[in-house]
């Protein structure tokens, strides 16, 4: 890491002043130069608070799923997990900030826990997504940005109904210095689900059996801007929930779960700074937590653990690490980008009462060499090249596995045919280390350990379109490819017991469509996702792949009346999805569904907006996760102040 330092450093007193490099967001990863011809494509979005703020409710989640590539469902273990373009959640890294954040043990984070109101912005890159993002990757990212404007507000929102929950925030600065506080709560003592054609064994319907929550959330963040050319910020964020989780409805094998404690907490200290006019360097250095408790009962009371498959399982886990990036102008072709990561992930686990705890530690490292190349002022190039290292350093005193490397690149061409037209390919080899779970899980005795695990590799490519039609019509479409070798699946061995395995190869391909329309007071966003997902290993029993749609379609009409009232419709619709019946471990073609939302609003004084809500107004039956039946018509209103 010193020499890496040294290396930057360097580099900015060695080069003399040029073109001044563009500011950028401290939580912002990747920032497009002035410098650069590079066109900004459909395969990167930029979900804003507005845009955040329409979907209501708490989860952040439901801010993502009306765009081209991406599904969200809701796991058997009542958690948010994210698809995109096939790659799941585990595959695809996601930020706060610029941090990675992820449960250490299994590669993934409920998402929907995270405190709504303290987000700005939402960058997703899918496709060829840049190096600076670091190791896992290799699906994409999604970077949540919070807040770092030098101006004043208060903001207040209250919604209840199906739910209850209320946020507040408090925005500010003085001088150079800016500030943001915000707290948010949420409640529901379970969801309704709709009228079911199939029978259940475990739900009795009406309000689905132990779906309650109750989250507590809220973020500090404060920070300076241009002090002596640095800019510099800290923030931390802490969530604290509980939660049921629902029972699959078919299963011969009930489990009566519950998170009775479910915390994290993320502490990341931010900064930029400018070398000289023609090197930026940012970076961060964080420090995060995270601890839950799973209880398992004995029966649908939740009152008693003495049967042999009780338990209470604890994770007490942290990580820390740092993130290094530098845009420089070494020649005159374009910006050259560095980027250094190193993070070090502890996972601690007490698998029942009292039996003592479990542990296990790995550091990350990732560094990245990107280059833009100005060939022309309508073509354009990127070029990567990296090197990604993972270090196994306990193992809860077993042997050790070897380290494991990956070389990561990627090259992109850009043309911009004119004003309103422009065209990109790209090509990219990425990969994903497996997680401390899929080494070492040895869960309750149904799993064995498999530390001989090989690392992920994609090769992938994608082609797309960007077309403004006039001022107010977008048009853009990718067509994409991806093959992923040594492939991770959960298998079952010969004596029905589990063990995570490279089962081979998948390929995943598609091409998705989107058409935003934003004329006078109308606005409509379509998007459209078609998708192959196959497992096509020599040895596959079946070809196909749980839980990724064939096809992904949405339609969000809004319309702003003059007089300051705005009504907005949400249609998505699902098909062509496989499940897994958790008693037999085959497939179950999943039955399609299209639900439709709607939301009225009216805003008064210019500071007050009134707005009421129905979410699935068919009381459609349908379910993301086989066994698991979601929300069937659920009403919300209230109210939501800025001063």
Known sequence: MKKVLLFIIATAVLIHAQ???KNYNLGEIVVTSEQSNLVKSSSVIDINKNMINQTDGYDITES??????????????NESKIYMRGYDQRQITVFLDGVPIYEPYSGLVDLSNLPKNSFEKITVSRGMPSLAYGANSMGGTINFITKDRMDNNVTLKIESGARHSTSAGVYGAINKLFYQVNAGYSKSNGFQIAESPNSFKNEDGGTRNNSDYKNIGGMLKIGVSDFYNIDLAYSIMIVNNEKGVPTDAYTSRPRYWRYTEWNKSINNLMFSTGMGSSLRVKGNVYYETYKNVLDSYDNDTFSTQDMKYAFRSTYDDHSF???LLSDLKVVDLG???LSFSLRKDVHKEEGNFNQGFSSYEASLLSTGLEQDVNITDKFSAVLGIGLDRLTPIYADGNNLRENSSSVNAFAGLSYKVNQDLSLHINASKKSRFPTLKEFY??????DVANPDLNVEQSIGGEFGIDYKVNNGILLNSNIFYSSIDELI?????DDGLRQYQNIGKAVMKGAEFGLSFNIDD???NFAYTYLSANNVSDDAQSEILEYRPKQVLSLVPNYQFSFGAELRAELFFVGGKYGVNADSREFVKM???????IRASHTLFDNYTLFFRVNNIGNIYYETEYGFPQPGRELFFGVNCEW
Request: glycine residues 10%.
């Open 19 to 21: 073109d001044t490099l």
């Open 64 to 77: 993502l799923k009306f765009y081209p590539g991406i599904y969200i469902t809701n796991t058997s273990k």
């Open 321 to 323: 690490g740092i993130n």
């Open 335 to 337: 910006i050259t980008r």
């Open 441 to 446: 899980s040895e869960t309750a005795g149904r």
């Open 489 to 493: 699946n959960l298998g079952i061995l």
């Open 522 to 524: 109308f606005y409509m």
């Open 591 to 597: 039955d399609n569904y299209l639900v439709a939302n």
